[in-house]
C-alpha cells in the first residue's frame, strides 16, 4: 500500500511514524520530544497512547492518536480533533468531544484519512 501525506501548517505538533500519527496542542509541548523518540523507536498503539497521557489528562486539552495496521486502523481523539476516514462502506466521521475523557473507535476497510485539529480560535 503507498501512503501520502499532507500537513498544513497550524499551531498544533505533528509526530508522524510509520504506523502511528500524533497530534497535539499547543500547551502539549513538554511531550513532543518524548512521543517522538517512542514513535521512531516503533512502539504499539498502546504503548504511545501510555506515552500521549503519562503527563496526565488534566494538562491535556485535547490530543489525535490514529495507528493502522493495513487497512485496519484505530483512532482516539480528545477535544477539538476530527478524524475523517474513507472506508468500504463509505464515509466515516469520528469527532472528539469535550463531554468525554476519549472518543475511540476501530475502523476496518480503511482507503483514505484525513485529521483536523482547530487552533485557539477555533480555526480548523
Known amino acids: 500500500m503507498t501512503v501520502s501525506r499532507t500537513v498544513t501548517p497550524g499551531d498544533w505538533y ?8 500524533v497530534l497535539l496542542p499547543p500547551e502539549a509541548k513538554a511531550r513532543v520530544a518524548t512521543l517522538w523518540e517512542t514513535v521512531d523507536e516503533g512502539a504499539s498503539f498502546d504503548e504511545v497512547l501510555d506515552a500521549v497521557i503519562s503527563g496526565g489528562l488534566r494538562s491535556l486539552p485535547g490530543f489525535v492518536l490514529v495507528s493502522g495496521d493495513g487497512r485496519e486502523v484505530k483512532v482516539v481523539i480528545r477535544g477539538v480533533g476530527e478524524a475523517e476516514l474513507t472506508t468500504d462502506d463509505g464515509p466515516v466521521t469520528i469527532s472528539g468531544s469535550a463531554d468525554t475523557t476519549w472518543v475511540e473507535r476501530n475502523v476496518s476497510g480503511v482507503t483514505g484519512l484525513r485529521v483536523r485539529v482547530a487552533d485557539p480560535s477555533g480555526a480548523a
Open 14 to 21: 505533528g509526530v508522524l511514524g510509520d504506523d502511528v500519527i
